[in-house]
């Protein structure tokens, strides 16, 4: 064991600071907003200039082949820096590494040079109006077109983040309507431009238009935009949905930074005598750190050639509520000023609300923990 | 950064666990409630040959951390973490308690009743003023602990002060991380137990684990376990190399273990129903450990309070 970083992990960690310093933008409107989501594009596009916008990616790709540990230490010093929200998660954090592990080497080259450059904008099709939860249940049907070598797409999706804003989509789609139902899926790639879709964006429970609707109606896909196996989407999609719970969304820095941001709060706002407040903040300042370490532990095992399973809905559950926790403690530090608008605390909890809804609601990880981690039987 | 136990210290964890399983079944446990001493026959010796009764004279917290974690998991009657972990460090010639032919307990500032101090050769006093061995001292028993295995008392004598405040903090942190070490095993065993029961149990024609409310029980006791076992684990690092921020680091894991061990105790009663309420079943043993062990060394508001006046 050794906990102190290297040389080698101290001067990434240097270089990122000192570049994030200068350069993270302040002030800009919710990437949730049509020109708040123009705002950010520059500013990812200026990460990736700066070879900072997909660390850990091969250098090819537009990465610097950092390691596991050196991506989290450039998460700290990224949420530290008060940087913002991705809006190119869902393709960076979601999509890419599925296509690594599943990709053509044609489809690898030709996917993740535009998405790491902030090009091509992905958003996440699983879910639809009748399959929440129950993805399996999905009806958006992939039907055979032989004769112009690809798949006719047609169904409705719902609740796409930032749906209305991205350029293309990918997605789950139900391409043996006769076979049970986690097999005939196929996972596809969809261009939101392709002729057949329609795409209308909706609010989110803060007011921003971030969701979407997106309905496709006999969309041509080629065969070269199949990801993965026909039929076997499935378990090509398990690999994005365990990224989105376990650590790659949601790494350790942005609830560190968030603590830290507590502790601000009630430096500037609590009454030192008042204990539970002070011990609310304590907590949460603890389970940030408990976070971080069971990170630090985790990465270690992947390091160690260990394949991690279940395990990511342990960290789903733990940060979703720890997130809810930290914005409700902050709100009451902040007493009448709570329902202001400006103080980022009331928007920030309306966002920290739909952690323990999406990447698998909190009941459906615990589920999956009683079952694949405890090995409690099935009903 | 690397955060993995080397192959020596997970021997060293496997072959007291063995150990443990072998001597000290809970029916050992169960018999300490009612025998003179609290404590067992033989696991005192037996812990003496494996080096942990000397552990702390030649190896680093790090070293001992998951040994003294599955000492919390078998609920080991005997005072180890006081023993072995502060007391032994302290004394100017620990031969025979490392021998285990003495037993050496703890007073110290702050840990609450001493435990075991009737069976005790030796007493070490520590507080503010220091440290101090007693040799002749009066133990007074004071009320029984929720743990029938934990006889309490108090103590009173005089020694010689052998050192100063900055060993007694030092050697405080040793409990309250031991201690830690010991709230995480035993919640593993509450819930090992519980997993193993909900599985066999059958109401309403399947087992009762399949039920999404306990399972969901469970499922929390679990993140709980998942997310205080590196937080002690890093404290120890953290103390073997004696980062100034130890303390810290410390508090930290003894509340976090001692809350997993809390919630830990009362799903694993939960998902039992009433055998888990009968005195024949075994896991009263195991959670009473729990409740003991989570107040002792300062429990969790304690240390969050020590936290809260680092950080804020
Ligand atoms: C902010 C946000 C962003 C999102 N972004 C995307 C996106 O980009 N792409 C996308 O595809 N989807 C997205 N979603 C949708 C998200 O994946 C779904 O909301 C989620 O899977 C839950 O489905 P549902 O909302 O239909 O709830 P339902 O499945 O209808 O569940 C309703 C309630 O019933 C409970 N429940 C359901 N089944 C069970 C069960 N078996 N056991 C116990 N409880 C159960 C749920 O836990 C929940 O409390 C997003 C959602 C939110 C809130």
Redesign the pocket.
């Known amino acids: 064991m050794d906990l102190t970083f290297t040389p080698a992990e101290d001067a990434f960690r240097a270089e990122s600071r000192a570049w994030l310093e200068a350069n993270v933008p302040h002030g800009l409107r919710s990437g949730d907003t049509r020109d708040g989501f123009a705002a950010h594009l520059e500013w990812e596009r200026a990460l990736h200039e700066a070879r900072f916008a997909v660390v850990s990616w091969p250098d090819e790709y537009g990465g610097r082949g950092a390691t596991p540990m050196e991506w989290l230490i450039f998460e700290e010093e990224y949420y530290r820096a008060g940087g913002p929200q991705r809006v190119t998660q869902?393709g960076i954090f979601l999509l890419a590494p599925t296509v690594f592990e599943f990709g053509t080497k044609e489809q690898q080259d030709r996917i993740l040079p535009r998405m790491a450059a902030a090009e091509d904008l992905w958003?996440?099709?699983?879910?639809e109006p009748n399959?929440?939860?129950?993805?399996a249940a999905i009806q958006s049907k992939a039907v055979r077109d032989e004769a112009s070598g690809g798949w006719r797409l047609s169904g409705q999706?719902?609740?796409?983040?930032?749906?209305a804003f991205c350029t293309h989509l990918f997605?789950l789609f139900r391409s043996d309507p006769e076979a049970e139902r986690h097999r005939g899926l196929t996972y596809f790639l969809v261009p939101l431009d392709a002729p057949g879709v329609t795409v209308r964006g909706f609010g989110?429970l803060d007011g921003d238009e971030?969701?979407a609707e997106v309905f496709l109606d006999d969309v041509f896909v080629p065969d070269a935009d199949v990801l993965g196996a026909v039929h076997e989407g499935w378990g090509v999609a398990m690999v994005t949905t365990s990224s989105e719970r376990g650590l790659t969304l949601r790494s350790p820095g942005r609830f560190t930074a968030t603590a830290a941001r507590l502790i601000d709060l009630w430096r500037e706002r609590a009454d030192p005598d008042e204990a539970r407040l002070r011990d609310a903040v304590t907590r949460a300042s603890i389970d940030a750190e408990a976070y971080r370490w069971q990170t630090f532990l985790t990465v270690t095992r992947m390091t160690a050639g260990e394949q991690l399973g279940p395990e990511s809905s342990l960290t789903k559950v733990f940060w979703s509520d720890l997130d809810v926790r930290m914005h409700e403690t902050a709100l009451e530090l902040l007493g009448v000023d709570a329902e202001r608008d400006d103080t980022g605390w009331m928007k920030g909890y309306q966002?920290a609300l739909?952690g323990p809804?999406?990447?698998?609601?909190?009941?459906?990880q615990r589920?999956l923990i009683a079952e694949r981690v405890l090995g409690l039987p099935r009903r | 950064m690397r955060f993995a136990f080397t192959e020596e210290q997970l021997a060293f964890r496997d072959a007291v666990r063995d150990l443990l399983a072998r001597e000290c079944p809970p029916s050992v446990v169960r018999d300490a409630w009612t025998n003179s001493s609290g404590r067992t026959d033989k696991v005192w010796s037996r812990l003496a040959e494996m080096g942990v009764l000397g552990a702390a004279l030649e190896l680093r917290d790090i070293d001992v951390v998951l040994v003294l974690e599955e000492t919390g998991y078998a609920a080991v009657p005997e005072p180890v973490v006081e023993h072995a972990v502060v007391a032994t460090p302290l004394l100017a010639d620990p031969g025979s308690a490392r021998a285990g032919e003495i037993t050496v307990v703890t007073a110290f500032e702050g840990q609450g009743p001493v435990v075991y101090a009737d069976s005790a050769d030796t007493v070490v006093m520590g507080s503010e003023a220091g440290v101090v061995v007693l040799e002749d001292f009066d133990v007074a028993p004071i009320a029984t602990s929720v743990d029938g295995s934990r006889r309490l008392g108090e103590v009173t004598g005089s020694g010689a002060r052998v050192a100063d405040a900055d060993a007694f903090h030092r050697a405080f942190d040793r409990g309250a991380l031991g201690t830690a070490a010991q709230l995480i095993g035993l919640t593993r065993r509450m819930l090992d137990m519980t997993v193993a029961y909900v599985i066999e149990r059958q109401q309403f024609g399947a087992p009762v684990g399949s039920f999404?409310a306990v399972k969901h029980h469970l499922a929390d006791a679990r993140i709980a376990l998942e997310f205080a076992r590196p937080l002690v684990y890093r404290a120890a690092w953290s103390m073997s190399e004696g980062e100034s921020e130890s303390p810290v680091h410390v508090s930290m894991a003894k509340a976090s273990a001692g809350d997993a061990a809390l919630l830990t105790a009362g799903k694993a009663l939960q998902c039992h129903g009433a055998i888990g309420y009968s005195f024949e079943y075994d896991l009263h043993l195991f959670m009473k450990r729990a409740w003991a062990l989570a107040a002792t060394w300062g429990d969790a508001a304690w240390h969050r309070a020590r936290v809260g006046r680092a950080i804020l």
């Not at chain 1, 999706?157 to 749906?163: A, F, L, Q, V």
């Not at chain 1, 809804?357 to 459906?364: H, K, L, R, V």
């Open positions: 869902n958003c996440q099709g699983w879910s399959a929440g939860s129950d993805l999706k719902t609740w796409t983040t930032r749906g997605g989110r971030g969701f966002f739909s809804i999406y990447a698998g609601t909190n009941e459906i589920n | 999404q």
